[in-house]
């Protein structure tokens, strides 16, 4: 049995139809519902519903064997203990500083100023700007994101932007362009030994569906 850890809203809803496209199919009341673990009708696959940072956790710490989680993710996270051996191609967007139209990024970056930055992401902001030389004070938030420099929470943001309505919709320009990111199936390094074959498996099947 091959448990797979992913989360709710986007990425189940494609996964859904990628299984589907596999021959694997979800009890779509129990998807409705608010069951944590969810059967498919291959009794060989289960689900477990998390928050989309936490499926690495649960990957890295063998409580999932597979799991489905963004590239930014998985930055985020670190990766340890975890495969990533297929890009599925779903959940596409990209990380993004951004801050309100107008605002003066190149003066409020200069050498004893530090810039107020708002992220979910936070170990990736911190090695982003550190890379740049620039001094931050990280804020974390969990959502939301682009109020922060709105209501004067923060200069800047760094959060997942796609089509750009939501930056748009809020008054923010993208500054710049931290990483791309699609949703990646991922596995822990020991299931992938002891259930080599099953993985495989499953591999194949998604595999031959992107
Ligand atoms: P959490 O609950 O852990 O804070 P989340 O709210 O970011 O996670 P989702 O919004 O479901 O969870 O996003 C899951 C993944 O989908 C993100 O990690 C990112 O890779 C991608 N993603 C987020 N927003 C978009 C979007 N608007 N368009 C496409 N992909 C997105
Ligand atoms: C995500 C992300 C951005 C938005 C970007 O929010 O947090 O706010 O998408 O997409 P856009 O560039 O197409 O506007 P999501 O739709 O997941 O809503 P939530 O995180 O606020 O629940």
Redesign the pocket.
């Known amino acids: 049995m091959l448990t797979l850890a992913l989360s709710k ?1 986007r990425i189940l809803e494609d996964t859904a139809g990628l299984l589907a496209q596999c021959g694997i199919r979800l009890d779509s009341s129990a998807v409705d519902s608010r069951q944590l673990i969810l059967p498919t009708d291959d009794p060989g696959l289960r689900l477990l519903i998390v928050r989309a940072s936490d499926v690495p956790t649960y990957v890295q710490h063998g409580a999932a064997d597979l799991g489905i989680a963004g590239r930014d993710v998985m930055l985020e996270h670190g990766g340890e203990g975890v495969f990533q051996p297929v890009d599925l191609g779903i959940a596409c ?1 990209r990380l993004a500083v951004a801050t309100r139209q107008g605002f003066d990024s190149p003066r409020a970056a200069v050498p004893g100023k530090r810039l107020r930055v708002a992220t979910k992401y936070v170990n990736t902001t911190r090695r982003h700007f550190a890379r740049k030389g620039v001094h931050v004070d990280i804020i974390k938030l969990y ?4 109020l922060a420099p709105l209501v004067g929470l923060a200069d800047a943001i760094v ?9 748009k919709q809020n008054g923010l320009r993208v500054a710049e362009t931290i990483m791309r990111s699609s949703a990646h199936l991922i596995a822990n390094k020991n299931s992938f030994i002891i259930k080599k074959d099953e993985i495989l498996s499953l591999y194949e099947k998604i595999r031959a569906q992107i």
């Open positions: 809203g967007c959502g939301s994101i682009e959060d997942v932007v796609e089509t750009g309505t939501t930056m």
